[in-house]
């Protein structure tokens, strides 16, 4: 079946714009200062995959829309965490980026202080957002458990005394990692812990938001990971074969700073068959559900072939 | 009667000092440098002034200890966001301090990257601690929708778009006035969003989850809230009087950098009036509950009458 994915992003970001712009403060409200500068990074031209996947994975599970009001709020609540994440990982102390989606950053236009103080109020609208959703409670406590594990300090299960990969875990590896010569698993672990994991529960939230079966959420976690790993290779990629303009951000910047990226180990030719290969692992896991599950296979396609 | 509120202190905090020993990442579990980071603040000192008032709260409502456990843990969650706001209050681009309870601050013992990380990771972990909770899945939500209210954005309802008063609103509205000669409404302003919220929700929370009616979890809130805003003033009055080895941090820094503090608005004499009269009403709120209000009555006289 051909799949009009344009159609779907764009409903999609329509949806969680709408989302975001009733539950973020409005610029008016006070102190205005950080909320003008949580809706500045908010809106600052992000893709919404993380709050797509979820909704694309609840119409899944639900089959039909029927749900998409709570699944955008929750997608928004996805995506407050992203840009929390953004925001921190911006700043001069971790690595100071300037330019973010083609616009100044936060800390750049309000200053460091009120950066801070934006990134922790995200995170903690993101949860409040949760606690807000009109479902069962049942269904409530199981988001914040799994969205709650998927940001946290995680770098992996296997290693000793590891907690399963989570966003900051993997920002603080990647931090330490800066300036060293970067190995094939150090750069998989970072990728599934500091993105992986966010998009991976993505997936999952907007599944347990249907009340999908086990089997389903488990089914919905592999296409989540293998797909959110692929997106991230084709990221590196972009960063090393595409200018400043084209990207809307600095270009070559994890290069110069020997950031451990995909293509940095592997070289270009291989990530982009790895990131195909993830693909098709990802379809596989949503087999069972048949035709039902073109749109998300659909946006895993338009993922990993995308140019900026 | 007479009421031993050492032993009550101590139990409180042998009771939350376990809860956060089982429930922070060990400091040998990868990326160490952060979990050391959230262990050094957590473990820095602290009073445990918040759990102490929810694990009394939950014990006043179920008339005896059998939800310490749950309410240790829930406490715990209630430190972290306290330590989470500490850390990231004391970052150079915010007070810019070096010492905290006797001890050198976050960012100085583990850079600012990993401080912010850390404090990030301690909203995160605060979360993943409610989400876990042995208690029934509405009880969770009760309190997920309380707690993310209290340390958000607000300022007070009472202003043209104003949401209920935050946490980080307090912290907002604290570095804005700095500079500025303090007036009494902005001073009051602050403290119940600053400190004040965060003090009320935990002894909210606590009978929330032993499962107090409408009525008690009134009475709890203004409870909260009328010793909250007590003990600000008296910490207060001792950043004035007290030198910084009585204080464990850098004393007078409110008055040098004009803070906005209840003794520079209303004098020494009547911030004192002020704490006790205030004491008084948290005591009017708490008195259906008859003698099993001795312990949360004993901790507010405490806390507006100790020395450091």
Redesign the interface.
Known sequence: MQFDVQALLKSGVTLTDHALERLL??P????H???RA?RHSTFAGGKRLRPILCIEAARMVAGNNSLDHAAAELGAALEMIHT?SLI?DD?P??DNDDLRRGQPTCHVVF????A??A???L???A??T???LQI???A??AI??EV??A???G??AD?????PP?M??G???D??GEGQKPTAELVERIHRAKTGALIKVSVIAGGLLAGASEDSIARLATFGEKAGLAFQIVDDVLDMTQDSAQLGKTAGKDTASDKATWPAVFGIDQSIHDADELVADAFAALAPFGEDAAPLKALATYLTTRTN
Chains 1, 2 share one sequence.
């Open positions: 403060p409005s008016d409200a006070p102190p200062s950080i909320h949580m929390y921190h700043l102390a971790l200053g460091e202080a009120t801070i103080l990134g922790d109020a995170q903690t609208l949860f409040q949760i606690g807000d069962p409670a049942d409530i406590v914040l458990r709650s594990s940001i946290s300090t770098v992996g290693l000793p005394g590891g907690l989570g900051i875990g920002q603080v590896m931090i330490e």
